[in-house]
C-alpha cells in the first residue's frame, strides 16, 4: 500500500543491493526472510533476476556467494572424482581377474604339457609294472578332481570343460602300456590281464590278441559223437548289429559279386543271412569226379578274391599293389612282379580304411597296435560274419584266409 514512487525506490535499493553484494558472502543473507520477501516481490512485480553484469527481466533469480559455488563445485567435481575412482577401480579389478585367470590357464596348460612330456620320456625298457599302476592311480584321482591343487584348481576351464589333466594321464598311461609291449610282451599281457578291466577298459588298451575276457581254471573239450573235437561256443554276448546306408550298398554289391563268381549261386534272403546262404551253398555242393576237397579249398579263397577285387572297383587294386604291398609293376626290368613292400604306412592305412568300408562284413572294429607294438592292428570284438554264421570253415576259407591274401 504504499506510494507508487516509493514502491519503485524501494525496488530501485532492494537491486542496487543485489549488484553490490555479488561476489560476496551472502550465504546466511539470501536464506533470510526478508531478502526471500525482497526477491519474491521483484520476481512478481517486474519479472527482475540478478545475472553477472545487470538485473534484467525473464531469467530466474540466481545468487550464492563465490565461496558457496566453490564449496559446491568442490563437492561436484569430489563425487564425479569418486565416481570414476570408483568405475578405475572396478574396472581395474575385473581386468586383474581376467589376466589372473589367463595366467592359471596358461600355467595349467604348461602342467599337462609336463605331465605328457614325462611319460614320452621313458625310454622302452625302463617302463615297468609299478609304473603302470602308478599311472592308473593318476588317471582315478585326475578323474574325480583330486590331482589338482591350488595352483591348479579344478575349475579351470582346461580341466572343467576340456579335462586336459585327466586325458593327459591317459595319454601317459597308454603310451606307458605301449612302451611296455614293444619291450617285453609276455609281461604286457600279464599286466593287461590283471589291470584289465577293473582299472583300464579293454578298449584302451593298445593290443588285446592275446588278452583274455575270462580266466577260466578248468578247459572244457568239446566232442562230436564220434569223437570229434568241436569249438566251444563263444562266451559273449551276441551282438546286435546296425548296418549304415554304406553297409547295405556295398553288401548288394558284394552279394551280386559273388553270385557271379559261384556260378549263379544266389538266393531272396535279405542282408549277412543271404550272403551266408550263398558261400554255404557253394561251399558245400557236390564236387565233380576228380576234385578234391583242397581243391575246392582254393576255388573258395579264388571266388572271395575276385569278388574283393571287384568291389574295389579296377582302379584300387593295382593301385593298392603298387602304393600299399609295394610291387613292382611291369615295366620291362629285372624287378618286374618282385614285392619291395609292404612299405611301412601300409598296415597303419588299411587299419584305418577297414573300419569304413569292411563294417558290412565283419561288423564294427576299431585301430589299435600290433603284437610288436607297432600300428596297424585292427580289433574286432566279434565278428559279423562268424556270428551270423556259427561256421569255423565259412570263416577261415571264405573270409579270413583269402581276405589276407589278398591285401
Known amino acids: 500500500h504504499l506510494p507508487c514512487n516509493v514502491n519503485k525506490m524501494k525496488l530501485a535499493t532492494t537491486a542496487a543491493l543485489l549488484l553490490a553484494i555479488k561476489g560476496c558472502d551472502a550465504f546466511s543473507f539470501t536464506s533470510s526472510q526478508s531478502f526471500i520477501i525482497g526477491r519474491a516481490h521483484l520476481q512478481k512485480t517486474h519479472g527482475w533476476t540478478s545475472s553477472s553484469s545487470s538485473v534484467h527481466p525473464s531469467s530466474s533469480l540466481t545468487l550464492a556467494s563465490s565461496r558457496n ?18 568405475t578405475i577401480d572396478a ?14 590357464e596358461l600355467q595349467e596348460l604348461f602342467a599337462c604339457t609336463s605331465i605328457v612330456y614325462s611319460y614320452l620320456a621313458k625310454e622302452d625298457g625302463e617302463v615297468t609294472v609299478e609304473d603302470v599302476v602308478l599311472a592308473c592311480d593318476r588317471v582315478d584321482e ?43 610282451y609276455d609281461t604286457y599281457i600279464k599286466t593287461a590281464e590283471f589291470l584289465s578291466p577293473s582299472r583300464i577298459p579293454r578298449g584302451e588298451l593298445p593290443n588285446v590278441q592275446d588278452v583274455a575276457y575270462f580266466k577260466e581254471e578248468t578247459v572244457t573239450n568239446y566232442l562230436d559223437e564220434g569223437g570229434v573235437a568241436l569249438v566251444p561256443d563263444c562266451e559273449l554276448d551276441d551282438m546286435t548289429y546296425n548296418d549304415s546306408s ?49 581243391d575246392h579249398t582254393i576255388a573258395q579263397h579264388t571266388m572271395v578274391k575276385n569278388t574283393l577285387g ?69 580289433v574286432v570284438e566279434k565278428c559279423k560274419f562268424l556270428q551270423e554264421s556259427g561256421c569255423k570253415g565259412l570263416c577261415l576259407h571264405q573270409c579270413k584266409i583269402p581276405a589276407q591274401e589278398f591285401f
Open 69 to 86: 559455488d566453490i564449496d559446491v563445485t568442490d563437492k561436484t567435481k569430489s563425487t564425479n572424482d569418486n565416481i570414476n575412482t570408483n
Open 91 to 104: 574396472s581395474s579389478i575385473e581386468d586383474s581377474d581376467i589376466l589372473a585367470k589367463l595366467t592359471s
Open 142 to 184: 585326475s578323474a574325480s578332481g583330486e590331482g589338482c591343487d591350488d595352483a591348479h584348481p579344478p575349475e579351470l576351464f582346461l580341466n572343467r570343460h576340456l579335462s586336459l589333466r585327466h586325458k593327459s594321464h591317459l595319454f601317459g598311461r597308454y603310451h606307458l602300456l605301449v612302451k611296455l609291449l614293444k619291450s617285453n
Open 246 to 294: 554304406l553297409d547295405k550298398v556295398l553288401l548288394s554289391i558284394f552279394r551280386k559279386l559273388v553270385a557271379e563268381n559261384t556260378g549263379g549261386i544266389q538266393n531272396d534272403t535279405p542282408g549277412i543271412k543271404g550272403l551266408l546262404i550263398q558261400g554255404r551253398q557253394f561251399m558245400t555242393k557236390e564236387l565233380p569226379e576228380g576234385v578234391s576237397y583242397e
Open 310 to 378: 571287384g568291389l574295389m572297383t579296377p582302379v584300387l587294386p593295382p593301385f593298392y599293389r603298387i602304393f600299399m604291398s609295394g610291387i613292382v609293376p611291369k615295366l620291362g626290368t629285372e624287378f618286374d612282379g618282385k614285392q619291395l613292400g609292404p612299405w611301412f604306412y601300409a598296415p597303419f592305412l588299411t587299419s584305418m580304411v577297414t573300419p569304413t568300408f569292411f563294417g558290412f562284413l565283419v561288423g564294427p572294429s576299431r585301430p589299435n597296435r600290433r603284437a610288436d607294438g607297432q600300428r596297424g592292428g585292427l
